[in-house]
């Protein structure tokens, strides 16, 4: 039942095995249907010539590039690549491979590109030499993300478009770029340059004052923290490339908690003014109140980091950012449709601010669920520019439900073990989009395997390895404790309080790597792989093993609700394709 594997011992035991069980793909993440028909090869030694009908060679050349890469010049095999395929769905494809040539069918640019990828994977299997072959594929989530935190420790331009070419041939299709939180702010604002100026760099706290804070796990012996940001350039950069790939970019600034280096900035911004006797302009760029005399602690620490939700200041902040990011995407002619405000954590703030006590009197809200109103207010004022909210599940859980958008994003990080499952099934129950991004599952800065000399934070779970991620089941998660365990190895249950109502469903999976730990580059791609491939492969292919879910049901260890005969068999599959 419970197949404890870390990588390194499973693909001791995977790769040894014989190739009998393993089909002849190799195409990760699995394709949905595949077919090898009988027929002479088709030798693409000889080289491509690529017809295009209803795409233009630039709306996918990243994965033409994918081909060439894999071996497969120009020359006179015909490659005929027709988008607008009505009967594909999104995103989805049909490559057919015989002796003639290949034929692409894709509904839209992404299907033709994916279709490239899982051809140039399997070229390059097949040593060039390919077998007849038709696939017809669509992935089963819609929303296939990977969350780069860059705050914490800053990771620039190169490793960012290193990331998103990694991920563009695994078929994920969205990156959210975590560009501010206490420790940084990393995302060049052309009208508040002290964001960068003085919130890039987190040891130039104003008065030199416990600059660096206590962090969750600091370890100086892994290197120092970073510094940096992105500049405009840098960030449209970053966008043409997403968008030859196809891929979303979210970008997010962790507000109303978790906003330390905002607040630090523009605290320096108000002494600049005033210092210039501009009293008046300097209290517009304040995010605190000055007599708010509240005692609090985040969870990381900080008892400085959190705006003040009842002061026109923050809205007005708020504003210019996200119409600095809108103005930038329009630029890249990928307009801004979803914004991601955080809204986590933010236990024990505003008790004793004066804006704040009246706004609750005023309003009867107690001062807890105030962070609730201003979920309500910015969703409000992203809905008036055409831009969907997401937030951390958590703070949606005050939020009133008709003073909310109809689309909040909800991505949702209580764990398996925790208060995940209901809200998870609670959040697609009204209708929103639902991303799993699961600290017991997916937080990819959790380390890959239980052993002193493996980095990672271990809040939320021990370990998660490239089995457990694998063996996630986005579709049945009360069913999961069949590759879960808690933060101590015990066994336990995971309920199902909040039945899925008929008709909803979860809408994606996000791997997230916090970076709290993550100082150099190379560390980045420590934590990201080969995890990101069992991500890829759960947000693609419904697995064989995957039970039907059963609404209220609990899974308890010991059971065998799942079939772990089927499941190895999967993993034997996925693991000949990583
Ligand atoms: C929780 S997930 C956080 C982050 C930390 C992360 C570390 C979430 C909304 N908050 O601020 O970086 O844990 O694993």
Known sequence: RNVWLTPARAFARYAARGD??????????????????????????????????????????????????AGVGSGAVPLSIAVGNAALPAEGYRLTVDARGIAIAAHDAAGASYALRSLAQQAAHEGRRMKPLTIVDAPRLGYRGLHIDIARNFHGRVEILR????????????????????????????ALPELTQVGAYRCLDLDDRA????????????????????????????????????????????????????????????????????IAEAERYRLVEPADTTRYLSIQLYDDNTLNVCIPQTYRFLDTVVAAMARLHAKAGVPLRLYHIGADETA????????????????????????????????????????????????????????????????????????????????ANRGW?????????????????VSPDEPGATWATREIDLFRLYAFMPGNLPANGAVVTDILN????????VPLAPGHH?????????????????????????RLFALAERGWSTPAWEPAYTPGASYSYGDARVDSAALLAGWRDFAGRV
Not at 163 to 173: E, F, P, V
Not at 218 to 244: C, F, H, M
Not at 433 to 449: K, N
Not at 490 to 497: C, E, M, S
């Open 20 to 69: 009998a069980a393993r089909p002849d793909i190799a195409i990760l993440p699995a394709p949905a249907q595949v077919e090898r028909p009988d027929g002479a090869p088709l030798d693409l030694t000889r080289g491509v010539r690529v017809t295009l009908r209803g795409v233009t060679r630039a709306a996918i050349a990243p994965a033409l590039d994918g081909l060439t890469r």
């Open 163 to 190: 990331i998103i070419d990694q991920m563009a041939a695994i078929k994920l299709n969205t990156l959210h770029l975590h560009l501010a939180d206490d420790e940084g702010w990393r995302m060049q604002i052309a």
């Open 211 to 278: 600059c660096l804070q206590p962090q969750l796990g600091a370890d100086p012996a892994r290197g120092a923290p970073t510094n940096g940001y992105l500049t405009e350039s840098d960030y449209l950069a970053i966008l043409a490339a997403a968008k030859a790939r196809q891929i979303t970019v979210v970008p997010s600034f962790d507000m109303p908690g978790h906003s330390r280096a905002a607040i630090k900035a523009m605290e320096a911004r108000y002494r600049r003014l005033a210092a210039a006797g501009r």
């Open 348 to 427: 024990g703030a505003w008790r004793d601010s004066p804006a704040c006590r009246a706004e609750a009197a005023r309003t009867g809200t107690p001062i807890a669920h105030l962070g609730a109103r201003f979920v309500e207010r910015v969703a409000a004022m992203l809905a008036a520019r055409g831009i969907r909210a997401g937030a951390w599940s958590d703070g949606l859980t005050h939020a009133d439900a008709d003073k909310l958008p109809a689309q909040m994003q909800s991505y949702v990080w209580g764990g398996l073990f925790g208060p995940g499952v209901a809200e998870a099934h609670a959040h």
């Open 433 to 449: 989009p639902v991303i799993l991004s699961i600290p017991d599952v997916t937080y990819l800065d959790m380390p890959q395997a």
């Open 490 to 497: 015990r066994p336990g249950t995971i309920a199902d309080p």
């Open 506 to 530: 979860v809408a994606g999976i996000q791997g997230q790597l916090w970076s709290e730990m993550v100082r150099r580059d190379s560390q980045v791609e420590y934590m990201l792989f080969p």
